[in-house]
């Protein structure tokens, strides 16, 4: 199962999109999330999602299945891209 996500995940979100991260763990051994439908996101989102990772490693993987251009162009400019994607 890929989780999609879409819209923006800002920091106006954040507490929403912990609860789905904390929701889509639970059990699991992997948790695949798609950024395709993602248009925006910020530091606060991404801080989350790395914090996530580096939580539940290595009993659970994190992982972002795919990203938008815009996604993308995002996580190069932070040099998180190999760390996400």
Known sequence: ????????????????????????????REVPISLAKVRFIDTAALQLLIAFKRRLEPEVKLRIAAVSAEIEDILILCGLKSALV
């Open 1 to 28: 199962m890929i989780y999609h996500l879409e819209g923006e995940l800002s920091i106006h979100e954040l507490d929403e999109f912990k609860a789905f991260l904390e929701e889509s763990v639970k059990d699991a």
